[in-house]
């Protein structure tokens, strides 16, 4: 029952597609304790309404909405600031006195690292499998929205960070919410919005942003290394342990290899689709027409050209984190004398992650005619299909990619994670240290427990997080409309000017 | 006006000798010497979020630390009749130099041979090898 509504209803990024690691006994035991307490706020935090015989979760509407009145709101930024956004991170106005600081392009990079994952690979086969290729121009055009929500979530990070006397500093929503709204006398709100996000915001990185990586790269991986079957508890041992060494031992080392390789299988990932492309050009016109037709008027879709649409605003919500939050803590950390430059930079995570790296996906999928209507060939095994129709082997380089993103992830979400643990709890050594530890069991569990119910309800926390997110933005736009107006003003009478 | 002689510096002992062989030359030319400590930093490498939120913090650290050891050796040679300054920056040590020569109108720049070990050097570019290649002005290697 709980599966099928999962799979149906609320749809999940893999839920449907990717079997858990299975095991019996104890895991089951405790999936039968929890499911009575998880079920309710599951149910309610994806809230789906029938919508043309498709379930809609309500959540995603939330989000949708919200990008667009953004994007409404700042005048289509994302568009008009694009070139802006560009010379930003290309570092055209990073002042050399500056060097040493963290650059637009190292947070860009950051907040990408814990983006761009799982959900680009196998999310997007999920949409395709059950919206068909229309569901990439929904898709695309939720990625373009998002843009205006990440624009405002960013500036407010920055604007609103703490600056410690040690030099360090700590931005995200929590700070946003709690200083921003009591500016406007509305400080017992903010406290209110601020606790709530942090408890979504933990419940978030010890499930999505943990045990479900943990879980579905343990999939990928017991799948070409039939060693590792059934021993889910092994490959948790060994991530938890790599991620303890990283996050409690300080071992940067890890950690800065990682960073260097994702960007790398991203762009092996996004090469080969290039490639892909390139070797089925005459494909191309074919694919594109399937995409514009299929999102209008779409064949052997369950509900039509809605059921595309619900499919594709969802994967793009899933995959790029617009208006959840999470992003804003990793940007907070730039030198920048204006808040809104990192709104710009940050508009370009929705574009790079959605508009470019899934569009990919989803293009490979259409060209190679992986995607056959009846078909049950979904999710990551959809994508992989596709990829090996044309490079054999690229299956391995899949999983490979889907190990190390979800680690990548892992370590952006145990930050995320570990700043609204310190916001309730109070920053401090030993404080940090519990979370830490809790973060690294979570991986073992996550790995070796087919905890169905444990997931979706951290599932749940992640988009939680973008209720109160949302709210705090909505109050708090006006002040990021006077720093945009401020910052244009600059701009126009050269007060603020190239370097280069 | 004064000549400006530009000293590559990394508290190495060839680093020492540089410095050495470059007050030497400014005595007898009666020229000014400028250290400069550079730590390496690019722009574009990539952090964890943890890293992102300390980095303003480990960096003002890592100046200390430069000017720590590049100040002691430049009050030396002041005490020892050079006028000297100096100076620690982020950056890659090849263009910082060039750019500080041409910023600050130096007639040369003189390092010591290599400041850290041989095979990271030669697999990730000498410093030597690019400053002779896109030095500004004439360059001193010195063993």
């Known amino acids: ?500 | 006006m004064t000549d400006i002689f530009i000293v590559g510096f990394d508290g190495s002992e060839s680093a020492r000798h540089a410095a050495d062989f470059a007050a030497e030359r400014a005595k007898l030319a009666k020229a000014k010497l400028h250290l400069v400590q550079v730590l390496e930093w690019s722009p574009y490498s990539f952090h964890t979020p943890e890293e992102l939120a300390e980095r303003h913090m480990r960096r003002e650290q890592e100046l200390d630390r430069a000017n720590a050891i590049v100040q002691p050796v430049t009050d030396e040679l002041n005490a020892a009749g050079v006028e000297t300054t100096c100076e620690a920056r982020h950056g890659n040590a090849a263009e910082l130099l060039c750019e500080i020569a041409e910023a600050k109108g130096a007639v040369q720049i003189i390092i010591g041979r290599s400041g850290g070990t041989g095979l990271a050097n030669r697999l990730l570019g000498s410093l030597v090898i690019s400053l002779a290649q896109a030095a500004p002005v004439p360059v001193t290697i010195v063993p």
Request: charged share 10%.
């Open chain 1, 1 to 500: 029952m709980l599966k099928s509504i999962l799979g149906a209803g609320l749809s999940l990024p893999f839920m449907s597609s990717l079997a858990f690691a299975q095991s019996d006994g104890i895991d089951k035991a405790i999936s039968e304790m929890i499911a009575p307490i998880v079920n309710p706020i599951v149910s309610t935090v994806f809230y789906s309404v029938p919508v043309f015989g498709t379930q809609f979760p309500l959540i995603v509407g939330w989000l949708v909405i919200a990008a667009v009145v953004f994007t409404l709101y700042f005048g289509f930024i994302q568009f008009r600031g694009f070139k802006h956004s560009i010379e930003l991170v290309r570092g055209d106005y990073f002042d050399p006195k500056d060097a040493g600081e963290v650059t637009p392009f190292q947070a860009l990079a950051t907040a990408l690292s814990g983006t761009v994952g799982l959900g680009n690979i196998a999310g997007v086969g999920v949409a395709v499998y059950l919206g068909g290729p229309g569901a990439t121009f929904w898709m695309i055009l939720a990625g373009l929205l998002g843009m205006a929500s990440k624009f405002t979530e960013c500036t407010l990070g920055v604007h609103y960070r703490n600056e410690y006397k040690d030099g360090t500093v700590s931005g995200g929503p929590m700070y946003y919410l709690s200083k921003g709204l009591s500016e406007d006398g509305k400080a017992a709100l903010g406290k209110f919005l601020a606790i709530f996000f942090s408890i979504c915001c933990i419940g978030g990185a010890l499930g999505g942003g943990n045990m479900f990586q943990a879980n579905q790269s343990f999939a990928q991986i017991s799948s070409i290394i039939p060693f590792f079957e059934g021993k889910g508890w092994l490959f948790g041992l060994i991530m938890a342990v790599l991620v303890g060494v990283v996050i409690i031992g300080g071992i940067k080392s890890i950690a800065k290899v990682t960073e260097k390789i994702v960007p790398g299988m991203a762009i092996i990932y996004v090469g080969a689709a290039l490639i892909i492309i390139l070797m089925n050009i005459t494909e191309v016109p074919a694919a594109v027409s399937a995409i514009f037709t299929g999102a209008f008027a779409p064949a052997a879709v369950a509900g039509g050209a809605i059921g595309a649409l619900i499919q594709g605003f969802k994967r793009a919500a899933f995959s790029n984190e617009a208006g959840i939050g999470s992003a804003s803590i990793a940007h907070s950390a730039v030198v920048t004398k204006h808040p809104v430059t990192e709104g710009y930079v940050a508009l370009l995570e929705p574009f790079i992650d959605t508009v470019v790296i899934c569009t990919m996906t989803s293009l490979v999928i259409t060209i190679t005619g992986s995607w056959i209507p009846g078909n049950d060939v979904t999710g990551i095994a959809l994508t992989s299909k596709a990829f090996e129709a044309d490079i054999a082997g690229f299956g391995y380089v899949l999983a490979i990619a889907a190990v190390l993103f979800a680690f990548s992830t892992m370590i952006s979400w145990s930050y995320y994670g570990l700043k609204a643990w310190t916001y309730m709890f109070g920053e401090g050594k030993a404080k940090e240290l519990v979370f830490k530890a809790i973060f690294c069991v979570f991986v073992v569990i996550g790995a070796s427990m087919s905890l169905g119910p444990v997931i979706d309800f951290s599932d749940a926390m992640i988009f939680a997080m973008a209720i109160a997110n949302i709210i705090g933005l909505y109050m708090l736009m006006p002040k990021v409309k006077a720093l945009l107006a401020d910052y244009q003003e600059k701009l126009a009478s050269g007060e603020i000017k190239k370097i280069k």
